[in-house]
């Protein structure tokens, strides 16, 4: 029998995208997907049945609300219903088409053909609920910021994916000049779509690692290793609690790049990067959201 799974509409003033994401996200929802339909967004949230009562829902949909009220705009219209797994896991599809991302990325989704878009990167991708699909400015942050540190030439780097979700950005990484790729995600599902991510994009496992766990498993998984970098793109409060332990996988020229953050978090952040020996090179910013890339001091 398939897994049931809430799917969660939400119709709002496109200036409340990135705080319905959030919501969604602190929620425990497993994917989104959002399209624009006149002067609307329209975002759908996946989370799986048995993690949520009508109850739970009722309060993330005035939540939704608040935060419309005191940004003094057009409160949300918030609606639910069940779906069957394959239901979920095609009904957003057929509104993902190829996207350019940076100077050198495309991001095609697996069922569709490539166009030929000259010396773009072609990374495929198959998300499943897994997050990131390269719609999400935070992910789109940390492509461009990848683009600093690869040109597409081959390197020795061996790099980290904290949190890897689809695999988008380790998967990048290799793709544009990475030699190996250690990455983890606490959920599963992430683990099953990274998987499926690598062997559409030719990714084989001894240039690829990938288990479920933390912090605490990538050490694990290193060992003696050092990353020459790593990325980070989950929420700040998570972001700030493995600051302290970041310096154990990294040598004095480890770079960082780190995302999930809110405008308003970035300061606390930036500050306490810097008690623990990191220096924050740049912080660029989209919409709500900001990147903010490190290396060692």
Not at 164 to 182: E, V
Request: with cysteine; glycine share 8%; net charge negative.
């Amino acid at each position: 029998m398939a897994n049931s799974w809430w799917e969660i509409n939400i119709r709002c003033h496109p200036l409340l995208e990135d705080s319905v994401y959030w919501r969604t996200q602190d929620f425990g929802c497993r994917g989104t997907s959002s399209q624009y339909k006149g002067k609307h967004c329209l975002i759908s949230a996946y989370l799986p049945q048995d993690q949520a009562q009508l109850l739970d829902l009722s309060a993330l949909a005035l939540w939704m609300r608040q935060d419309a009220i005191v940004a003094e705009l057009p409160e949300p219209t918030v609606k639910w219903n069940t779906i069957d797994e394959e239901d979920w896991s095609s009904s957003w599809k057929e509104h993902w088409q190829p996207q350019e991302i940076g100077d050198r990325f495309l991001i095609c989704p697996a069922w569709l053909e490539a166009p030929d878009m000259g010396d773009r990167v072609v990374l495929r991708l198959d998300p499943g609920v897994a997050f990131g699909t390269g719609a999400h400015p935070t992910t789109q942050l940390c492509l461009e910021s990848m683009e600093m540190r690869f040109d597409g030439t081959p390197t020795d780097h061996l790099v980290a994916d904290i949190g890897c979700g689809s695999g988008i950005l380790a998967i990048g990484a290799l793709l544009l000049g990475a030699k190996t790729a250690y990455a983890v995600d606490i959920d599963p599902l992430c683990l099953r779509a990274t998987e499926e991510n690598m062997a559409l994009n030719g990714i084989t496992p001894d240039r690829m690692s990938i288990e479920q766990g933390s912090f605490d498993r990538l050490q694990a998984m290193l060992g003696d290793q050092k990353v020459d970098g790593f990325f980070c793109n989950i929420l700040a409060e998570v972001i700030v609690d493995l600051i302290p332990q970041m310096e154990s996988i990294s040598h004095k020229k480890t770079w960082g790049v780190l995302s999930g953050i809110l405008l308003d978090q970035a300061k606390g952040i930036s500050d306490a990067l810097e008690q623990n020996g990191w220096i924050v090179a740049t912080l660029w910013k989209r919409q709500e959201w900001c990147c903010i890339n490190v290396r060692r001091s």
